[in-house]
């Protein structure tokens, strides 16, 4: 699936800010490998339904045998076990026995402590990827799971391995122990080593992926094989938010354009990046946030949402706004399914230019049938002589005044919106009153 810089940025699957972060808030990872892979996942949403069905299969997996996912393994084990390989040490016997195994350990005091607690970690290490490989290789787990499940198995498949996995971790290893393991994964291991590290980094991503889906109770979306476009959720809500107000989302062939109204702060930003970041996450192969969501494949998300100007090129805000659109547009003709996201069409002009501007632009999108649009607008006035495309739907989010306080629903309505309410906020804001003061 093909997203953009811009679209990335537009529906905050990375922030620094971390409250503001899809990523951050579903990243569950163990390890900084784990949180790697997981980053890469991110950038790469899948393309293909495969890819997403078996990430699906092997997350419903992983969930049904949560409890015994191996504890044993932090990210403390792996950066012990990487410092081993990174720290020069003393030559260490190769055929230990007792004498140069004690006169290792009197000889070389702090290369023995060093080795004796590396050795220690990896035994963790190398036990805990041996459980993965017992849990999870069963006959109906997923191809690309049982993959690296079986190269697991291949990589701990020594003699040396098998012995140091079956000693007792309540008794500490013995000097002979020490110089002998250590000797084998210092010197025969190492490349091993760091192949099931890699691994494992996938397998955390994997964990984090289905732990996020359980925490935050999100639905696991059905796929279907269609050459149609839609996308039919139920109880659909943004995933940053802590209460959120869920939104029925049916767009298909027949109706693949939503155009959006409503006062500021009523709703719709946040409807048009809840919907944007719940297909995205359908393509990772994860959970969405609703209760249950059909989706077709898509081949990219487009946004158009926090368009800025660039004083260095000398590019102002509408200029920025058209050549995304344009952008948009070269992209989006290529017959392919996507997924365009508008928020605030040219807020860079006048009302009237806008106004001609968004007519015309719609106009020319509404031919694009193998895609679906949402697009919010404060210009009302050009609705009416939208309504003669059946394609397009009109939804509303409505905005009540009490005591000449604004209230807001959030609840995403059928119609057009009329809220006329930039004066009140401009009085109740006492702006008005210091103004007559002047």
Same mark, same amino acid.
């Given at each position: 699936?093909?997203?953009?810089?811009?679209?990335?940025?537009?529906?905050? !699957?990375?922030?620094?800010?971390?409250?503001?972060?899809?990523?951050?808030?579903?990243?569950?990872?163990?390890?900084?490998?784990?949180?790697?892979?997981? +980053?890469?996942?991110?950038?790469?949403?899948?393309?293909?339904?495969?890819?997403?069905?078996?990430?699906?299969?092997?997350?419903?997996?992983?969930?049904?045998?949560?409890?015994?996912?191996?504890?044993?393994?932090?990210?403390?084990?792996?950066?012990?076990?990487?410092?081993?390989?990174?720290?020069?040490?003393?030559?260490?016997?190769?055929?230990?026995?007792?004498?140069?195994?004690?006169?290792?350990?009197?000889?070389?005091?702090?290369?023995?402590?060093?080795?004796?607690?590396?050795?220690?970690?990896?035994?963790?290490?190398?036990?805990?990827?041996?459980?993965?490989?017992?849990?999870?290789?069963?006959?109906?787990?997923?191809?690309?799971?049982?993959?690296?499940?079986?190269?697991?198995?291949?990589?701990?498949?020594?003699?040396?391995?098998?012995?140091?996995?079956?000693?007792?971790?309540?008794?500490?290893?013995?000097?002979?122990?020490?110089?002998?393991?250590?000797?084998?994964?210092?010197?025969?291991? *190492?490349?091993?080593?760091?192949?099931?590290? #890699?691994?494992?980094?996938?397998?955390?991503?994997?964990?984090?992926?289905?732990?996020?889906? @359980? /925490?935050?109770?999100?639905? !696991?979306?059905?796929?279907?094989?269609? %050459?149609?476009?839609?996308?039919?959720?139920?109880?659909?809500?943004?995933?940053?938010?802590? *209460?959120?107000?869920?939104?029925?989302?049916? $767009?298909?062939?027949?109706? %693949?354009?939503?155009?959006?109204?409503?006062?500021? $702060?009523?709703?719709?930003?946040?409807?048009?990046?809840?919907? =944007?970041?719940?297909?995205?996450?359908?393509?990772?192969?994860? =959970?969405?946030?609703? %209760?249950?969501?059909?989706?077709?494949?898509?081949?990219?998300?487009?946004?158009?949402?926090?368009?800025?100007?660039?004083?260095? *090129? =000398?590019?102002?805000?509408?200029? %920025?706004?058209?050549?995304?659109?344009?952008?948009?547009?070269?992209?989006?003709?290529?017959?392919? *399914?996507?997924?365009?996201?508008?928020?605030?069409?040219? /807020?860079?002009?006048?009302? @009237?230019?806008?106004?001609?501007?968004?007519?015309?632009?719609?106009?020319?999108?509404?031919?694009?049938?193998?895609?679906?649009?949402?697009?919010?607008?404060?210009?009302?006035?050009?609705? #009416? #002589?939208? /309504?003669?495309?059946?394609?397009?739907?009109?939804?509303?989010?409505?905005?009540?005044?009490?005591?000449?306080?604004? #209230?807001?629903?959030?609840?995403?309505?059928?119609?057009?919106?009329?809220?006329?309410?930039?004066?009140?906020?401009?009085?109740?804001?006492?702006?008005?009153? $210091?103004?007559?003061? +002047?």
């Amino acid at each position: 699936m093909q997203i953009d810089k811009i679209t990335y940025e537009d529906l905050s !699957i990375f922030n620094d800010d971390e409250e503001s972060s899809i990523f951050h808030k579903l990243n569950f990872t163990r390890t900084i490998g784990g949180q790697n892979r997981l +980053l890469q996942f991110f950038n790469n949403p899948f393309s293909d339904l495969k890819h997403i069905t078996d990430t699906q299969k092997i997350l419903a997996l992983i969930l049904k045998n949560v409890d015994d996912w191996p504890g044993s393994i932090s990210n403390g084990t792996i950066m012990v076990i990487e410092r081993f390989y990174e720290t020069a040490l003393d030559e260490i016997p190769s055929h230990p026995n007792f004498v140069n195994a004690i006169s290792y350990k009197l000889l070389h005091g702090p290369d023995y402590a060093l080795l004796r607690y590396s050795l220690t970690h990896f035994s963790d290490f190398t036990r805990g990827m041996e459980s993965l490989v017992k849990i999870f290789d069963e006959d109906n787990c997923p191809a690309m799971l049982r993959s690296y499940l079986h190269r697991v198995k291949s990589l701990l498949n020594s003699e040396e391995i098998r012995a140091l996995n079956k000693t007792d971790k309540s008794v500490p290893f013995s000097a002979i122990q020490t110089v002998y393991y250590g000797h084998y994964i210092r010197e025969r291991f *190492k490349n091993n080593a760091f192949e099931l590290i #890699e691994i494992y980094g996938r397998l955390d991503a994997w964990y984090s992926m289905a732990m996020a889906t @359980q /925490k935050f109770n999100m639905a !696991i979306p059905e796929f279907i094989e269609t %050459n149609q476009t839609f996308i039919d959720a139920s109880s659909l809500y943004h995933v940053l938010l802590h *209460k959120a107000v869920a939104y029925e989302v049916q $767009m298909n062939r027949e109706s %693949n354009f939503v155009f959006l109204t409503g006062a500021n $702060m009523a709703g719709k930003s946040t409807f048009i990046k809840a919907v =944007g970041a719940a297909v995205f996450l359908a393509h990772l192969g994860m =959970g969405v946030p609703a %209760n249950s969501m059909q989706l077709s494949l898509f081949d990219g998300i487009l946004s158009n949402i926090n368009v800025v100007d660039n004083i260095v *090129k =000398g590019e102002s805000y509408f200029f %920025n706004e058209v050549q995304r659109i344009r952008n948009t547009l070269i992209k989006i003709t290529d017959n392919r *399914k996507w997924l365009v996201l508008i928020d605030e069409l040219f /807020k860079g002009t006048n009302v @009237q230019d806008a106004m001609k501007c968004s007519s015309t632009v719609i106009k020319g999108l509404i031919k694009i049938k193998n895609s679906v649009f949402i697009l919010s607008t404060h210009l009302y006035e050009i609705a #009416e #002589e939208l /309504k003669q495309y059946p394609n397009i739907s009109f939804k509303y989010f409505e905005t009540s005044i009490n005591d000449d306080q604004l #209230e807001f629903s959030y609840q995403l309505k059928e119609g057009i919106s009329n809220d006329r309410l930039g004066y009140l906020i401009l009085k109740r804001e006492k702006v008005v009153e $210091m103004l007559e003061k +002047l």
